[in-house]
């Protein structure tokens, strides 16, 4: 589902977020939660755990955003969650590939 980039170039801030907007935000793209697999339900419902990388490494003032690739197009780019510091993103967790 995902893949983890440390100091990603190419991409941009959209939203900042938290745990339950992140969910939301997810949902929402797959059009709700009845048209998700049970696994990515079941991830969902434990948002800690699926960003585990990202938290683990959160300090005081840094902030989660989604994120997306500068560059979209047919078949190209990508949208994802950032653990961000002063406004520069530090982890990227890559969660849709076009």
């Not at 998700?36 to 300090?59: G, H, R, S, T």
Request: with cysteine.
């Amino acid at each position: 589902m995902s893949k983890l980039i440390r100091n990603p170039v190419g991409v941009e801030l959209v939203q900042e977020t938290t745990l339950s907007g992140f969910r939301d935000w997810f949902i929402h793209r797959f059009g709700g939660l009845d048209q998700l697999p049970q696994v990515f339900v079941d991830l969902l419902n434990k948002p800690e755990v699926l960003l585990a990388p990202l938290l683990d490494e959160l300090q005081p003032g840094d902030k989660l955003w989604l994120c997306r690739s500068l560059k979209i197009g047919v078949l190209y780019g990508h949208e994802g969650i950032a653990l961000v510091r002063d406004r520069q993103p530090l982890i990227y967790l890559r969660v849709i590939d076009y």
